[in-house]
């Protein structure tokens, strides 16, 4: 099996790998549902035959719902460096994000609600635990129950699917074969015939890229500007890659190799050239791809808005205050009503395998309280 065939078969590539279109038209999609189903919230709640005003809900389109979670990703990656997490973990917490929102809108769920507990499942499948309370304390005004009760509504978000493929690992190869092609130790592709030592003579004869037709002369040179690349690319994945799409169209694969091009294009070729023939049919749709991607990282929104995206991003709110499910204003007390009644879901009924499942398991609760052992050993535990 090669390492194409194990990502293919990834939940990231089988229900997280898009087309263009395909996203565009997904995310239209859970935009037009939200806005039916707030309408349809605001009539029930107010219905125009018991005294109730008949008025259109404005909701938000799917350019500001994008906004909207943009800005919130960029929270996400603030919250994680002020808890000094590794960047699995924020990385992982975005792309958590993201994928919630592709199916659920935040007139339905407001970010704010939604990014700690993404932050919180993050540190749990990237073998990052900690306990939530300890979590909770780190933020403000921000209690353990905020974070636990959104916790199924993610998880069922992400269709219960947490493994995330991030490009971090391959550019780490990658930078690893550099150095080895530097020290003359490098092995090619099946299909290239050049030794070692010949491989580190075209490394070393690879343009800098400055604008002139110089070179490094020493292997400390080209060390020193493949460690260069490295640190570039590798802040171009902690940042672009995340708030961008290129999770949903590219490979991990495609995301790294494109860093690489934008910050040593001349060595991202190199590297391609010590993998692929020249006559290779696939090396120029391969690099194609790359540019697509590459202009895709290019164009990243900042780290921090400026002072109009911060006014349109404060417009967003105001109107998302307007237009939210009234049904989900408060995930805690949902969450808690679920646990009390197991047919109430925001006003709407469970599935009924699910409800009777847990009447089930109510009875059999109850039942077991009132055998003779049952309450001595509860008691035990308890103290």
Known sequence: MTEDDIYRASTQYRLWSFTPETLASLRATTNAAAADSVRAAFRNLNPPDHGGVKAEVECLTVEEEQKLVSYYCLETLELVDFCQYPTNVKATAVQYLKRFYLTNS???????????????????SEDNFR????FAEKLDNVTAED???PEFLLTQGLRFTFDVRHPFPGLEGGFMELLAFTNGRGIGGPLIEKSAKELRDDMLAIDTGSGTATHATTVKELVARCQSA???AKELLKTSALLTDAYFLYTPSQIWLS????????LARFYLDTKLS???????KLFTTLRQCAGMLRSSPAAQPGKEEKKELKRIVKKLGQCRNPQNLDLVELNKAQKRDPEVNGGQELDENIAKKRKLEREKSMKDSEDLFGP???DKGDQ
Do not use: F, N
């Open 106 to 124: 935040p007139m339905t769920y407001h970010p704010k609600e939604i990014y700690r507990t993404a932050v919180y499942l993050a540190m749990k």
């Open 131 to 134: 306990y939530v309370k300890s």
């Open 147 to 149: 974070i636990l009760a």
């Open 230 to 232: 490295h640190g570039k």
């Open 259 to 266: 860093a690489l091009l934008l910050v040593d294009e001349a």
């Open 278 to 284: 020249p006559s290779s049919d696939m090396k120029p």
């Open 376 to 378: 001595a050993i509860q």
